[in-house]
Each structure stands twice: as structure tokens, then as C-alpha cells.
């Protein structure tokens, strides 16, 4: 009856120590694919911030070469900004397939076994 009582007494610590690790191991995994998540973001935050100021001035520029060629002021910046009313539109019309692709990129991070 002793043995009995040492073998469960021991698989139970064996049990508990393994479980411990298990969930040591899971925290440590989360932790890297945020950490790589967290990373691109980063990274996707500052060329976003680039684009949209070499976007800025670029249309800047255009309208300032339309308005030139329109002899119109209003013209120019007219015709940029309706070009940026076409892309507001084109996104709003596929907002869903956008939004999924985000959100399958992710989930790709996320669940990427390295």
C-alpha cells in the first residue's frame, strides 16, 4: 500500500510540474508571435506615415499642374480631389474583402509556426 501511495504521489508532481511547464511554454509562444505581430505593425505604420506624406505632396503638385493646364485654380484642385472621392468610394464598395484579408493576415502571424 506505501508504493501506491508514492507512485500517485509522485505522477501527481510529475503532473502538476508538466502542466506548469505546458503552460509556460504556451505564454512564451504568445508572447514571440506578438511580439513579431507588434514588429510588422511597426513597420506597417511607418510606411504608411511615408506613403501618405509623399502622397500629400505629390498631390499638392498635381493639382498645382492640372490647375496650369485648366488655367483654374479650382480646377486643378478639383480634379485631385475628385480622384480621391473615386478611391473613398472604390474602398467603401469593398470594405468586406479588405477587412477580411486584414484579418486573415493576422491569423496567418498569428497561428505561422516560424
Same mark, same amino acid.
Given at each position: ?7 500517485? %504521489?509522485? %505522477? &501527481?508532481?510529475?503532473?502538476?510540474? #508538466?502542466?506548469?511547464? &505546458?503552460?509556460?511554454? $504556451? ?10 505581430? /507588434?514588429? &510588422? $505593425?511597426? /513597420?506597417? $505604420?511607418?510606411?504608411? @506615415?511615408? @506613403?501618405?506624406?509623399?502622397? +500629400? ?6 493639382? #498645382? #499642374? ?10 486643378? +484642385? ?5 480622384? #480621391?472621392? $473615386?478611391?473613398? @468610394? ?14 486573415? %493576415? /493576422? @491569423? ?5 509556426? &516560424?
Amino acid at each position: 500500500m506505501p508504493e501506491s501511495e508514492h507512485f500517485f %504521489t509522485d %505522477t &501527481r508532481k510529475e503532473l502538476e510540474t #508538466y502542466l506548469e511547464n &505546458r503552460v509556460l511554454l $504556451l505564454k512564451m509562444q504568445m508572447t514571440e508571435k506578438t511580439g513579431r505581430l /507588434v514588429g &510588422r $505593425l511597426v /513597420v506597417l $505604420l511607418v510606411l504608411v @506615415i511615408l @506613403i501618405v506624406v509623399t502622397l +500629400f505632396f505629390a498631390s499638392l503638385m498635381a493639382a #498645382y #499642374y492640372l490647375s496650369d493646364v485648366t488655367d483654374s485654380l479650382m480646377t486643378g +484642385f478639383g480634379i485631385v480631389a475628385g480622384g #480621391y472621392l $473615386l478611391v473613398l @468610394i472604390l474602398v467603401w464598395l469593398f470594405r468586406n474583402k479588405l477587412g477580411r484579408s486584414v484579418t486573415d %493576415t /493576422v @491569423i496567418q502571424i498569428l497561428l505561422k509556426e &516560424r
